[in-house]
Nanobody
Framework: QVQLVESGGDLVQPGESLRLSCAASGSIFSIYTMAWYRQAPGKQRELVAAITNGGSTNYADSVKGRFTISRDNAKNTVYLQMNSLKPEDTAVYYC????????????????WGQGTQVTVSS
């Protein structure tokens, strides 16, 4: 089993910055992809950014140039640096870990954290 715990959500004003963190724990040998998704009220959950254990990244068009995803493989932790925040970034942000190689050398897929609220408002 793998547990994901997010932190860093807050209420900020437009133009400010936030850094989200997500720590994975459990019977982990390695995690192939870690990602951030978000879900705003009344909308579907959407991919914000993803990063592989080799460092390849991809971003939603709406956050390119403002958000940066990074990870520390030794700590099984992923980060999301969010700059120039806009009211439309308001959402619950979820961490995802996919294709997890466990210490028993099995692959497990699609783990989610509980979410952290980001609110951007003046």
């Amino acid at each position: 089993q793998v547990q994901l715990v997010e932190s860093g959500g807050d209420l900020v004003q437009p133009g400010e910055s936030l850094r989200l963190s997500c720590a994975a724990s459990g019977s982990i040998f390695s995690i192939y992809t870690m990602a951030w998704y978000r879900q705003a009220p009344g909308k579907q959950r959407e991919l914000v950014a993803a990063i592989t254990n080799g460092g390849s990244t991809n971003y939603a068009d709406s956050v390119k140039g403002r958000f940066t995803i990074s990870r520390d493989n030794a700590k099984n932790t992923v980060y999301l640096q969010m700059n120039s925040l806009k009211p439309e970034d308001t959402a619950v942000y979820y961490c995802n870990a996919d294709k997890v190689l466990t210490t028993s050398r099995r692959f497990e897929y699609d783990y989610w954290g509980q979410g952290t609220q980001v609110t951007v408002s003046s």
